[in-house]
C-alpha cells in the first residue's frame, strides 16, 4: 500500500507588494493632515495676533502633504530595498534620505509657486533657496525614520502571519498524513483477522466458510465506500459494524447477541471511519466469556454537553480480568482520536455495573444533512 502523499508547502511568495499603499485613500489621507495641519497654523497665527491669509497656509500645507503622497511609493521601495539591521544597513538609507529631502522641498517650492499666482496669492516666496535645503533636512529625517520603522514593522507582520499560515498549513498537511496512515493500518489488520477467522472454519463446514467469505467481500465493499473520508454519519458507520457482524454471526452462531441501542436522531452524527470494528472485535477477543455462555455486546449513543458518546458493554471479566487488549486496533483508535480531536476527545475502560467492560469514547458532536443518513441506511440494506 503506497503512503500518503504529505502536501507541499506553499512556494516561495514573491516579492511584497504595497499592500497597504491605496493612492485614494493616500491621497484622502494626506488631503485630510493637510487641512487638520492648515486649521493648527491658521489657529495659531489667530492667538498670535498675525494677519496671515487662511488661503496662503492652506495652501503650503496641503501640497507639503501632497509631496509625501508623490515621494511615498520610492521611500517605500528604498525602505524594502534596505531593510534596517543592526550593522551597516542604516548608512544606507543617507543617499535616500538626502535625495528624498532634496525631492520635497524641490516638490515645495515648483507646486506652491505654480497654485499661488492662479489662486490670486501673488508669487511664492520660499526664502533662500540653498539654505531653504537645509532646513527641511531635519524634518524630512524624521519622516524619513518613521516611515522607515512602519515599513519595516507592517512586513515583518506580514511574514509571521504569512510563516504563520505556513506552519499551520505544514501541521495540517501531516495530521491528514498520519491520518490517512493510521486508517491504512486497521484494513490489513482487520483482514488478516477475518481470514484467520475463514481459515478456522473452512475445513469443518464448507458452506459456512463460503457465506463468510461472502460476507468479507461484502464488508470490504462497505468499508472501501467508509474510507473516502475520515469522519462519515453514525448511520453508515453502523452499516461497515453490521456487515463485520454478518461475518461473526457465521463464526459465533447464536452464542454471538449483539444489541444496538441508537435513537434515529444520532444517526446523522459524524463519527471516524472505522471506529466502532476494532472495538467491538477486542470486546468478542477479550471480553467474550467461555462456552457455552453466550458473548454479549451492547452499543449505544448518547449526546451530553455538545459531545457524542459511543459506548461498547460486553459480558466479559471486565477490569477485574485480563486487561483490554491494546493491538493495532485499540491503539489506533486512541490515536485517530486523538488526532481528530485533540484534547475534546477521550477514550475510557471501565467496569459494567453487573459484569463487563464498557469502552466509552467521547467526541465533539456534530452532524450531517439527512440526506447522507439516507444513503447510508440504503447501504446498509443493500
Not at 528624498?100 to 515648483?110: F, K, R, Y
Not at 496669492?121 to 531635519?138: A, I, T
Not at 458493554?313 to 485533540?342: M, Q
Request: charged letters at 20%; glycine letters at 8%; zero cysteines.
Amino acid at each position: 500500500m503506497s503512503t500518503p502523499r504529505i502536501p507541499s508547502p506553499p512556494a516561495a511568495e514573491s516579492p511584497p507588494r504595497d499592500d497597504f499603499w491605496s493612492w485614494p485613500a493616500a491621497f484622502a489621507l494626506t488631503t485630510l493632515l493637510g487641512l487638520l495641519s492648515a486649521a493648527y497654523y491658521a489657529l495659531d497665527d489667530v492667538v498670535r495676533g498675525y494677519d496671515a491669509p487662511v488661503l496662503a497656509t492652506l495652501v503650503e500645507e496641503v501640497t507639503g502633504m501632497w509631496g509625501l503622497l508623490v515621494l511615498g511609493p520610492l521611500g517605500i521601495r528604498i525602505a524594502r530595498r534596505f531593510p534596517p539591521r543592526l550593522h551597516g544597513s542604516m548608512l544606507a538609507h543617507i543617499p535616500g534620505l538626502l535625495g528624498i529631502s532634496a525631492a520635497a522641498t524641490t516638490w515645495n517650492w515648483g507646486s506652491r509657486a505654480a497654485l499661488f499666482p492662479l489662486l490670486g496669492l501673488g508669487p511664492y516666496d520660499y526664502g533662500r533657496m540653498p539654505l531653504r535645503y537645509l532646513m527641511e533636512l531635519p524634518k524630512a529625517a524624521i519622516v524619513y525614520v518613521m516611515a522607515l520603522a512602519f515599513v519595516t514593522l507592517f512586513d515583518r507582520y506580514r511574514e509571521g502571519r504569512e510563516r504563520a499560515l505556513r506552519v499551520a498549513h505544514l501541521e495540517g498537511s501531516l495530521a491528514r498524513a498520519q491520518l490517512q496512515n493510521l486508517h491504512a493500518q486497521l484494513q490489513p489488520h482487520f483482514l488478516f483477522n477475518a481470514l484467520n477467522t475463514i481459515s478456522s472454519v473452512m475445513y469443518d463446514d464448507v458452506p459456512r466458510a463460503d457465506g463468510m467469505i461472502t460476507s468479507l467481500s461484502e464488508l470490504l465493499r462497505a468499508s472501501l465506500r467508509a474510507s473516502q473520508s475520515q469522519q462519515i454519519p453514525l448511520a453508515e458507520e453502523l452499516a461497515v459494524l453490521d456487515r463485520y457482524l454478518d461475518l461473526m454471526r457465521a463464526r459465533f452462531g447464536e452464542r454471538l447477541v449483539v444489541q444496538v441501542a441508537v435513537d434515529d436522531g444520532l444517526r446523522a452524527a459524524l463519527v471516524p471511519a472505522m471506529v466502532l470494528q476494532p472495538i467491538v472485535e477486542n470486546a468478542m477477543q477479550h471480553g467474550a466469556p467461555p462456552p457455552p455462555e453466550p458473548a454479549r455486546i451492547t452499543l449505544r449513543a448518547s449526546v451530553d454537553g455538545g459531545r457524542l458518546s459511543l459506548e461498547v458493554r460486553d459480558n466479559g471479566p471486565g477490569l477485574r480480568g485480563d486487561a483490554p487488549g491494546r493491538g493495532v486496533g485499540l491503539t489506533n483508535t486512541a490515536d485517530r482520536l486523538r488526532a481528530l480531536y485533540g484534547d475534546a476527545q477521550s477514550l475510557e475502560f471501565a467496569d459494567a455495573p453487573g459484569g463487563g467492560l464498557i469502552v466509552r469514547m467521547r467526541m465533539p458532536f456534530r452532524a450531517v444533512p439527512t440526506p447522507a443518513v439516507e444513503d447510508a441506511w440504503s447501504l446498509s440494506a443493500s
